[in-house]
């Protein structure tokens, strides 16, 4: 589903991702770790056009993708979450979930009908009239993630889904990933919740200094000697 390719992007001086290359085949979740700084943002920015690459590249669902922008990657069928939320604050939480979907071919109560749907999946659905704006940290990943949902992806990149967010939220959040996993779609995963990367991930890559270290299993990434000294130091 997801092919990227001798990814490189330089800031300056500085390689923030260096000939990165991973597959992440359809229906599985790819755990990408790795230290502050590591370049597991860039990545995810290279990999849905928000920057542009230096070299490699970016193949979804076989198709190339390369230099494309970020709406026609969306196109193609990817969708993301962020870091740091990237909500509309002054539109309703309904009105956010109607945004990925002004183009297409159903009437405005069916839309309407699905973004309530979509929210109770979130438990956000008492809120579905509330400005974004008003919502916690936490309660705005979880919109980002239905709007995702809205927006029905084939490939969902999220960065640091958990990050911030309360216990009972993450299990939600954690649901929700593994119904769409069983729906047939496939992830790469951002975060330093290493619990929950080791319980979803099919596989896991490890990035240090915009470098790939390792790639394996949970049990392989768990014993491997340089994933150890990249987080822990010699
Ligand atoms: N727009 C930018 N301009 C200059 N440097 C950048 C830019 N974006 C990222 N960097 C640098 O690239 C490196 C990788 O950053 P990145 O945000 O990808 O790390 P990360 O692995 O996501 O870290 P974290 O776990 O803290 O989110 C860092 O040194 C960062 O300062
Ligand atoms: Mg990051």
Do not use: W
Request: charged share 25%.
């Amino acid at each position: 589903m997801l092919q990227v390719e001798g990814l490189v992007k330089r800031f300056g001086g500085l390689v923030a991702v260096d000939h990165v290359s991973f597959e992440v085949p359809e229906r599985t979740i790819m755990g990408l770790i790795g230290i502050n700084g590591a370049g597991k943002t860039t990545a995810m920015n290279l990999i849905n056009g928000i920057y542009r690459l230096d070299e490699g590249h970016v193949r979804i669902d076989g198709r190339d993708v390369t230099g494309k922008t970020p709406h026609e990657i969306a196109h193609e069928g990817v969708g993301r979450t962020f870091q740091v939320p990237r909500v509309f604050h002054r539109m309703t939480l309904i009105e956010n979930l109607l945004v990925p979907v002004l183009d297409r071919h159903e009437t405005d109560a069916a839309l309407t009908d699905r973004a309530e749907a979509t929210l109770a999946k979130v438990n956000l659905a008492a809120l579905r009239h509330n400005h974004a704006e008003e919502l916690s940290g936490g309660q705005q990943k979880l919109l980002e993630l239905a709007r995702v949902m809205m927006f029905d992806p084939k490939l969902i990149l999220l960065d640091e889904p958990f990050a911030g967010v309360n216990p009972a939220l993450c299990r939600l959040f954690i649901e929700q990933i593994e119904r769409l996993l069983g729906q047939g779609k496939t992830f790469l995963l951002v975060s330093h919740d290493l619990t929950s990367i080791y319980r979803l991930s099919t596989t896991i890559a490890v990035l240090n200094q915009g470098q790939k270290i390792a790639e394996g299993t949970v049990d392989e990434i768990k014993n491997d000697p340089a994933v150890i000294e990249a987080y822990l130091g010699n």
